[in-house]
């Protein structure tokens, strides 16, 4: 099989990493680039790192240019998803990194995004309970957002065992690549470097109601979700930790249980040896998602752990594996659960 | 008033840190310099940044060689102070950086450190309720944990006003200075560049015990913590994001008002304006701890986060801070509110 | 003395450090603080390490505003020191730490700037032969570029003793605060960190001619200068590698002996024993310059190393030492030449 | 073709990398992996990256284990590799990673070394002249240092055209892996980051006389070399900026066309558009040196710089792209020409 790919938002980060995976991918042949303000120049200049894809120009985005491919990557910033999906036609494989699609809730949409609900696609998480079903075949794919993809997969085995009590707190570290290339004052390398910082404090980060919707799917109850993002010193990585009070008479061995069943087979996913630690070096440019868990006897607590790649498991890694079912191809092709370390 | 202080351990981190702010302390002469596998070696090629002092050999750790100075920094390893404040005698003012002091309860100190207890010593943190009064004269001071003194200072206003269930969860992110100068292999530069990792998960953490004496302290009532440590790509600082449960009725409006109240009149803390939150860039090399809070009316739950210096405030400047309280100098000589950045 | 300084450009980079250090200085009172886009902020927001200050409101830059004080200091872009300065009179000491007035050569700054040459005023490297003295009352102040005062301060030593060929070669590591706080995409932190890279290859890097112009003036004949600065991944901070070959007959003793000599009795350079190499880390946020010197036998070449850091000595602190210079304080006053380290 | 591959040395940084490139070389099988200190240890705790091979075992090195292999990577300390390689008969393909059997003048290897010379072998750099051909059908490999890569790439077309004096400077930075996994405390996290130094300055690492050997081959006359290696925060990347003075005549025009014929239809070397310079960022964990040259009129030098990631490129790709020629297989097999950025 010879898939044919353009890519929408060629120039930023998301688009950059589906164009890294793509390129090392056996059954996809790249098509349309496109970007906006940058088109017109080479892509060589904005993503030195695509050698291959260097001498090629970027277009603008437009229905046009995206027609006659087999599947679409849309890297767009929020809201633009929409439009170019209509154009597209059922048949083409629309594989949307933004947030459009991903809440089931449109109440929820409306409060944490400020505009109206474009509607839900299949969700492009296949490691929770029914996600992997549902993509097999679909022409449309809404990739979670990066930080639900390291929560989710945190926490997804406690709740689905019913071990934890139904109020999650998570504080999660996150690489400067997960803000994307947009010029602020405080994504400055000389403000970024040697510092940790909280941001979207108190509730408001817009990845909160895809945790509370993606956990309590799980559970089969309303989960609610603590979630303080925090912005570390790094290209790349998300460090989740995430815990729940353990329910009455849960013990270690319950929840070291529940993990191994439920990350059993799962091929990107890794629950460490017991007393081994998830990193975020461990992870840089893989596929994978390093998962541990304990329980803090003392202070009644399951802590969950999860270190991810933020641009590839975390959105487009994500993206190509959820492809990769949506077209009947091995889940694995094209993505490695090597990182590149040191 | 000129006192001479020695600083015994002066090759390393904590102990450099302390040379840093006393070499621009006005009231302070600095005598004896001690180490133990660099005995012998000249302080320059050790700590080059300590430029006045590059000639000073350093001498083996000894009561003699420590003798003769009114105020004696220990920055010894964990379990050495007690010998060595004993042979000082009662008149000299003894400031410990190690943990050896500052648990008041022996069986904490035996189930986390491993060895009897020493004692305890007035807890060099004076910005808690009623330590300011105790460091006042004294000559030991039990300098606090740099987890437990951040963690402290964003917690306590909450707890002084009976604001918080009696349950935190905090996760930190500390700076590699932290772990100190052992050569280890997950400290090398190459492991940490670009990584964000946890250890001591689950309640194994050494701090531990001492958040929950000096938080239990303040909320006259026992309170539990959840403590998740991690490291981070830097050299220096803490962000501590610390949350609890608000209790039945507490609105935002009290959450501000205490920490106002709190914080009113301490020269080093800072309640930043509502809506900026603290960076640890913002604090580097100050003596200063940033805080900020907020309600999360959606989970129910008061965020408070503060950053710090880990080796500053952390450690050798809240050292020559009580220092400065015991001596009856203005609690400010010598250190600096302004941090160093970007 | 009570001097009262105004800093107009208080928002960026070299404006801030100028504040930063002003706050630690027993002489000064720090009056006006203006920006540019961001008058009517408070500075709290922009330079949240700056805790005295954080609420004084930005002024815009004018002659009204900064009118009152003894000492103004320009933090503006190239270009706009000129008008400023001429409105502000003849008894105020204005110290401009932009490129306007640093060359004595109108042709060199119209080739490199583009612009009209404002004229010379006296060069804020009292280290280099001669300046110190001119420094002395003068009313108008060039604060050297980060670069040449490195490289001037590396090099001078073997031109003053007429040991090297007139033919430099240098490359140079520098922090991205180097850069401002321009929003520019490769400044962005995913960018910067964990890379090296070049820029302004090929001589037409604006500082080479102020290089040029200190270097000749020390040898006495015409030096010329290959430059190649490179971006590092770090806030602070200047490597710079410096060679020439030594002319016919000198030996790593007169190499040694030079420097010795020429450095002597200057309190802000530091020439590290034999062996001994400069770091950045270890003069992050002080006065010092660290130095050192070899001779490479085998290919004939003096290599001398300079370290500094971007915004103190080779920006504000040199600002503020050829200040108290000017003034006539102690050279030293309110300056360290204590590192923040590690 | 199926290639049977064991690694000594594979708990250490170069040893790692092979292992990462060989888990994607699809004609690769990976057999016995051994330690030294770490024999007896899971992988998956010392390279928690190579997740495929987490739960193997490390064995001891020793002939008996590295026995029947088709291709043995030796990633050892220098001067372990001859031993090793007698014991393996000539049929089996060894890869020396150390420094062994690069350099091919005894007494240069004596002097630099301190050890008695053990031979030379095939040189694993196929962009240079000659080496190509010698490595098709060798069962022995030198693979080349880090720094020598990144340097004669960027100098061998100024060389190969004479177009150069033969007088070469050059300084380099390198991420902290290019110095292993070795408990050194300048290693330390805490000391590297926000730091540049320099080492081994003024001729004397190791890497200088394999430098001068490479440039003196190509250019046909000894090519003197002034080198110095800086210390860079981050893990990876080497960014080498070369220059030579320009023979007489030689124009920018005459300089560009050398690059691009020496360097047209070589895989895994990219000569950049004119205007645009290499970064280590855009060739991090790709086999790519990105390399780009100008003429500085003004001081009569070329200037060449090159980026590459020294345990790819500079070590481990190298080798596996030596070991594709020796055997047969085409030369970018398992290995990509694409980085991983931001």
Redesign the interface.
Known sequence: MTVRAAVAGASG?AG?EVL?LL??HPEVEIGALTGHSNAGQRL??L??????L?DRELQPTSAEVLAGHDVVFLALPHGQSAAVAEELGPEVLVVDCGADFRLGDAADWEAFYGSPHAGTWPYGLPELPGKRAALQGTRRIAVPGCYPTAVSLALFPAYADRLAEP?A?I?A?T???G?G?A???H?????????????G???GHRH?PEMIQNLSAVAGERI???F?P?L??????I?A?C?A?AKPGVDAAAVRAAYEKALAGEPFL?L??EG???????????N?A?I?V????????I?A?S?LDNLTKGTAGGAVQSMNIALGLPEETGL???????
Chains 1, 2, 3, 4 share one sequence.
């Open positions: 980060y950059g890294r390129l090392g060589g200049g993503q030195p790192h695509l050698v291959p260097a109020e707190v504080v570290a690489g400067t690549s803000a290339k010029l602020k004052p994504l400055l390398g000389s403000e970024v470097m040697g510092s940790m910082s909280p941001y404090v108190g509730g909160t609610s979700v603590s303080t925090t570390a010193p790094m290209s790349r990585g460090l930790t815990s009070k890794r460490l040896p081994q630690w998830p990193s975020t070096a461990a992870v840089y440019g893989s994978t390093q541990q304990t329980l803090d006897a003392a202070a009644g607590r802590i752990i270190a490695s659960r090597v990182g590149v370390a040191p």
